[in-house]
Structure formats: structure tokens, C-alpha cells
T-cell receptor, first 110, second 113 residues
């Protein structure tokens, strides 16, 4: 069983829809990252969370440490949001390594 | 401020050869981490360097090695290449520690034939 599980694996939405991507993890963590990867490979770090909620534009990330769960929400989705969204956790006590989920491939249709 | 740069962007090698990839972090960043991405395994941590010292290493064989120079630029080397080493290799930099927000380079796509 992977230590970081994301759902769904694939998601197709219509422009304007509200989107939720989920991440569950089974280890104790010091932080959780949400990353966005566009075709071609470039990765952008969207959020780093250790508690609560963060918002940036149309993106909202939440984390529930007790339930070991995080969600990434996209409001008013747009075709340019089409990308792979990856959840990654930093395990407690580890000095550097991130453990990654397999990613959620989002396609937003106009 | 320039972003993280990686060279080369694309590389084709044959089994048994060795390869060196380069990463230049954002100016002022002292932590550089390397990751391997494959369709089967996804993203996996390779190692992290800070102030020319390897701070942490992922679960990869000794054929994978790296180093960091005094200007924070980093290189990773893979010796005796195997077909399974075909992957996108990404580096990421941050100010002090990789626990902070990391800034990723565009990656080097390596194909081993």
C-alpha cells in the first residue's frame, strides 16, 4: 500500500465547475505539499501546509492532521487548469525526502 | 530573478554508459534536491545537498551519486546506465532546507537505449 494515496486518478470537468482532489497519507508528517505539473514536465509548487487552510486565487488547500487527509479545491475551473496535481508529504523526522502520490490528471473542457 | 535551470534538457545514452546532469539553483538558494520521475513509479526522491554536503539520500543504488559546488550548483551522476534509468530527472532548490517551498527546474529527460 502506498504511503500517499490520491483520488481520483483522472478527472474530467467542464469549464466553471468546482473541483476537489483528495490526498490521504498513512505516516506522520511535518508538512504536505501540493504540486502542479503541466505537459512537458515543469512542476510548480502550489501550497505547503502543516495545518489548516491556504488560499491562492482560485485554489484552496486544506489539511486535517488528525484524519491524515488533505484536499485541493479549484473554484471556477478553466482549461488552463488542466495538469497533473501531485500531493507530497514530508515524513516526521526525515531531513529531506518527500514521498509523492501518483498524481491526479485533471482535464478541464471548454 | 532567473529560475532553476537544468542542462541538458534531453539526453540519449546506451546501456552501460554513464551520464552527468547539471542543476543551477535560484540565486541565493543553498539547498538542492534531485528527483526521478517515471511512468511506473512516479516521483521519487534521490538526494538533497546543502552547503556542499549530502544531507539525505533516497532508496537508490550506489550508481546514483551527486555533488554540490561552492556556488550551490549541483550535479548528479548515474554510472553503468540501465534501461530502467530512463526517466525525467528534476532538481529543485530552496533557501535553506528542502522543508521549505521548493522551486523546480524544467527537468532533464534521459532515454537509455
Amino acid at each position: 500500500k502506498n504511503e500517499v494515496e490520491q483520488s481520483p486518478q483522472n478527472l474530467t470537468a467542464q469549464e466553471g465547475e468546482f473541483i476537489t482532489i483528495n490526498c490521504s497519507y498513512s505516516v506522520g508528517i511535518s508538512a504536505l505539499h501540493w504540486l502542479q505539473q503541466h505537459p512537458g514536465g515543469g512542476i510548480v509548487s502550489l501550497f505547503m501546509l502543516s495545518s489548516g487552510k491556504k488560499k491562492h486565487g482560485r485554489l484552496i488547500a486544506t489539511i486535517n492532521i488528525q484524519e491524515k487527509h488533505s484536499s485541493l479545491h479549484i473554484t471556477a475551473s478553466h482549461p488552463r487548469d488542466s495538469a497533473v496535481y501531485i500531493c507530497a508529504v514530508r515524513v516526521n523526522g526525515s531531513q529531506g525526502n518527500l514521498i509523492f502520490g501518483k498524481g491526479t490528471k485533471l482535464s478541464v473542457k471548454p | 530573478k532567473a529560475g532553476v535551470t537544468q542542462t541538458p534538457r534531453y539526453l540519449i545514452k546506451t546501456r552501460g554508459q554513464q551520464v552527468t546532469l547539471s542543476c543551477s539553483p535560484i540565486s541565493g538558494h543553498r539547498s538542492v534536491s534531485w528527483y526521478q520521475q517515471t511512468p511506473g513509479q512516479g516521483l521519487q526522491f534521490l538526494f538533497e545537498y546543502f552547503s556542499e554536503t549530502q544531507r539525505n539520500k533516497g532508496n537508490f543504488p550506489g550508481r546514483f551519486s551527486g555533488r554540490q559546488f561552492s556556488n550551490s550548483r549541483s550535479e548528479m551522476n548515474v554510472s553503468t546506465l540501465e534501461l530502467g534509468d530512463s526517466a525525467l530527472y528534476l532538481c529543485a532548490s530552496s533557501w535553506e532546507r528542502s522543508q521549505e517551498t521548493q522551486y523546480f527546474g524544467p527537468g532533464t529527460r534521459l532515454l537509455v537505449l
